[in-house]
């Protein structure tokens, strides 16, 4: 296991609901990514967060959120829910700067369903 | 342009056999690293093994080594020794040194080991 753990495991939306992903990162690191799965696909970025801040941006529209607290846990928090935006959503933590062999830790995700 | 291909959905593989995992790259980015993860029915993303671009050497670790041909772009995974806990969902990745805060994941390969 990686040490990085989300909440919840699996939670059920209607669309143009607002939903909050949490994920706490592993001991000792500094950043965290979160990424989109769709059914069938590999992960895509959302973005990063470090030092509290957004590091990086995919391309999300603004509905996609997040924040980073200084415990370096994080939400991923998603307004006006639409159908496609039913996924797994991954949450990653890695320490800053992520160059060279150092890798990203990936929690279990959140399978979110919208109907 | 997609900047990472994996061109097989499906593979199978004997158990005790070696299994050959194809990925291509793309990128303009002199300084990058590939990353295979592989993720079980449970969701969770698990790094495998790493590859800089100019790591002279081949990666490995334990039952896994990357054939990394830089010429070709391509960082096939090669599983020895096949397991039936082999059977997962594996994605190929690649981070650019300009964008070192974003994973770029291919489709994935699903491999099923026969016992």
Not at chain 1, 30 to 37: L, P
Not at chain 1, 43 to 52: A, D, G, L, T, V
Not at chain 1, 99 to 106: D, K, L, P, T, V
Not at chain 2, 18 to 28: M, R
């Amino acid at each position: 296991e990686t040490g990085v753990t989300q909440s919840p495991t699996h939670l059920i939306k209607t669309r143009g609901q607002q939903v909050t992903l949490r994920c706490s990162s592993q001991s000792g690191h500094n950043t965290v990514s979160w990424y989109q799965q769709a059914l069938g696909q590999g992960p895509q970025f959302i973005f990063q967060y470090y030092r509290e801040e957004e590091n990086g941006r995919g391309n999300f529209p603004p509905r996609f959120s997040g924040l980073q607290f200084p415990n370096y846990s994080s939400e991923l928090n998603v307004n006006a829910l639409e159908l496609d935006d039913s996924a797994l959503y991954l949450c990653a933590s890695s320490l800053k700067n992520p160059q060279g062999r150092s890798e990203q830790y990936f929690g279990p995700g959140t399978r979110l369903t919208v109907t | 342009a997609q900047k990472i291909t994996q061109t097989q959905p499906g593979m199978f593989v004997q158990e005790k056999e070696a299994v050959t995992l194809d990925c291509t790259y793309d990128t303009s980015d002199p300084s990058y690293g590939l990353f295979w993860y592989k993720q079980p029915s449970s969701g969770e993303m698990i790094f495998l093994i790493y590859q800089g671009s100019y790591d002279q050497q081949n990666a490995t670790e334990g039952r896994y080594s990357l054939n990394f041909q830089k010429a070709r772009k391509s960082a096939n995974l090669v599983i020895s020794a096949s397991q039936l806990g082999d059977s997962a969902m594996y994605f190929c990745a690649m981070r650019e040194a300009r964008r070192a805060n974003n994973l770029f994941f291919g489709t994935g390969t699903r491999l099923t080991v026969i016992p």
